[in-house]
T-cell receptor, first 119, second 108 residues
Framework: NAGVMQNPRHLVRRRGQEARLRCSPMKGHSHVYWYRQLPEEGLKFMVY????????ESGMPKERFSAEFPKEGPSILRIQQVVRGDSAAYFC?????????????????FGAGSRLTVL | KNEVEQSPQNLTAQEGEFITINCSYSVGISALHWLQQHPGGGIVSLFMLSSGKKKHGRLIATINIQEKHSSLHITASHPRDSAVYIC??????????FGKGTKLSVKP
């Protein structure tokens, strides 16, 4: 029973390129959360998705960032026209339940993160 | 001022020492979480608590709702405890608000 799988673990992009980060949730988990950890900063919530639906994107920058969780395949966080300030670690977590209701991080399993470096 | 403050930011201890990491928050919460982030980056959930105290092995977490404060204690610390410990609170909107973490280094 594999945990939350994120890839790539490390991604280097030049300014203006696109970055795609993938997250495969744990088996049986249909709720996915993306968090961003800037250097020397704490984790910050970006977006919460269920299969084929964006539930809460209040933490997502309005421009250049998008997220999806298709019926088949991993969740994808897409950053268009990357800038140096996008350099960060992006973590995905999954849960079998709606996190807001259960309020349990103990049912929230994190991936190892994807580290994006923008040159 | 951040909604979740942790102290200390960095902590170095000798193996065997008793360790305390503190977390203060300024918002109303439904629950508080302690997470451990390993040097490789992976994050593990340690505790979720909304009142009182929880214990798991050498780890103890306490929370005082009135004072808006939580502590994470590690007894008989070991070098393998070296990690970043993150406090996160679940606010009224339901999402997690994270502290910046406390970097712990336990020397043999």
């Amino acid at each position: 029973n594999a945990g939350v799988m994120q890839n790539p673990r490390h991604l280097v992009r030049r300014r203006g390129q696109e970055a795609r980060l993938r997250c495969s949730p744990m088996k049986g988990h249909s709720h996915v959360y993306w968090y961003r950890q800037l250097p020397e900063e704490g984790l910050k919530f970006m977006v919460y998705l269920q299969k084929e639906n964006i539930i809460d994107e209040s933490g997502m920058p309005k421009e250049r960032f998008s997220a999806e969780f298709p019926k088949e395949g991993p969740s994808i966080l897409r950053i268009q026209q990357v800038v140096r300030g996008d350099s960060a670690a992006y973590f995905c977590a999954s849960s079998p339940y709606r996190d807001r209701i259960t309020s349990g991080a103990n049912v929230l399993t994190f991936g190892a993160g994807s580290r994006l470096t923008v040159l | 001022k951040n909604e979740v403050e942790q102290s200390p930011q960095n902590l170095t201890a000798q193996e065997g020492e008793f360790i305390t990491i503190n977390c203060s928050y300024s918002v109303g919460i439904s629950a508080l979480h302690w997470l451990q982030q390993h040097p490789g980056g992976g994050i593990v959930s340690l505790f979720m608590l909304s009142s009182g105290k929880k214990k798991h092995g050498r780890l103890i977490a306490t929370i005082n709702i009135q004072e808006k404060h939580s502590s994470l204690h590690i007894t008989a610390s070991h070098p393998r405890d070296s990690a970043v410990y993150i406090c996160a609170v679940r606010g009224s909107q339901g999402n997690l608000i994270f502290g910046k973490g406390t970097k712990l280094s336990v020397k043999p």
